[in-house]
């Protein structure tokens, strides 16, 4: 069985509902099927894994990820990415005492990873979940570096994408928080990217955790709101509250939907 636009519906409405319970319920219905895709077996197990990671529940996570990360090793290689291209899920294993699994997965995936071709939008994912930074989890200095290393020579590699100026913005913000000089200028880029918020956008078939979603191609308007708030909140996390504001507001004046979180850390009032 392959994801019906069904399968997509009923998932979208439990999520609506945030019964995250019941989701993981429903996910595990479509799991016990018999001849389910790949593509839904993935994404039931990489959703299930994420329901747990937001519940805070680490060890239901890190028994649900061993099973999606055996299910993907029997797979091309190119599919390892999928084990690790978030960062929610990375830091409640991690807080959980599991960060050697999935750093390990991590490493997995980049000594086997084949040519970006045809993978970009997964592998820089990968990348961005690796570099992320949480105050509340310490992380080996040496990992952190090898993460930045990593996302930058996929830099390097992607330097013809349409999606390079959304790859700088986000490896730039991701080094500001890390302590580390990504020799990138973040104002450049999203002074080129606020006019961009005013673009239309285009219509997002495929539901979190589904492969395509993972290793989609953004419209500009999506690049311009992601970069734009990796740049914020980065701004925020080392005290630059007040450039982090003006950038916010003037990102909202080109039509950027507000956002609570950016809200909530600033120590800026928002009228």
């Known amino acids: 069985m392959d994801i019906t636009d069904d399968i997509r519906r009923r998932f979208r409405a439990i999520q609506q509902s ?16 018999d001849e389910n895709s ?17 519940l805070r529940m680490p060890k239901e996570q890190y028994d649900c990820h061993r099973r999606f990360s055996a299910f993907v090793n029997k797979l091309p290689a190119k599919y390892k990415a999928w084990c690790v291209c978030d960062t929610t899920q990375r830091f409640t294993l991690e807080s959980g005492g599991y960060g050697d699994f999935w750093w390990e997965l991590y490493l997995s995936a980049v000594t086997s ?12 994912e990968m990348h961005r979940a690796a570099l992320s930074i949480n105050p509340a989890i310490k992380i080996p200095p040496k990992r952190t570096a090898a993460a930045a290393e990593n996302l930058r020579s996929f830099l390097d590699r992607s330097k013809d994408s349409e999606h390079i100026d959304l790859y700088r913005l986000v490896y730039a913000a991701l080094c500001l928080r890390a302590g580390i000089d990504s020799e990138i200028n973040m104002a450049d880029i999203c002074e080129k990217f606020l006019p961009l918020l005013s673009c239309p956008d285009s219509e997002q078939k495929y539901l979190p955790g589904e492969w395509q979603h993972i290793n989609r191609c953004r419209s500009d308007k999506n690049k311009a709101q992601v970069g734009l708030n990796f740049a914020i909140n980065a701004l925020i996390s080392i005290g630059y509250d007040r450039d982090a504001a003006e950038l916010y507001r003037r990102a909202l004046s080109f039509g950027m939907p507000k956002n609570a979180y950016i809200e909530s850390r600033s120590k800026i009032t928002f009228s």
Not at 18 to 33: M, Q, V
């Open 38 to 54: 790949d593509m839904l077996t993935g994404f039931c197990l990489w959703n299930i894994s994420d329901q747990y990671a937001m």
């Open 113 to 124: 990873e084949p040519d970006i071709s045809g993978i970009e939008g997964a592998i820089f």
């Open 18 to 33: 945030k019964d995250k319970a019941a989701l993981i319920k429903y996910l595990e219905e479509l799991l016990s099927k």
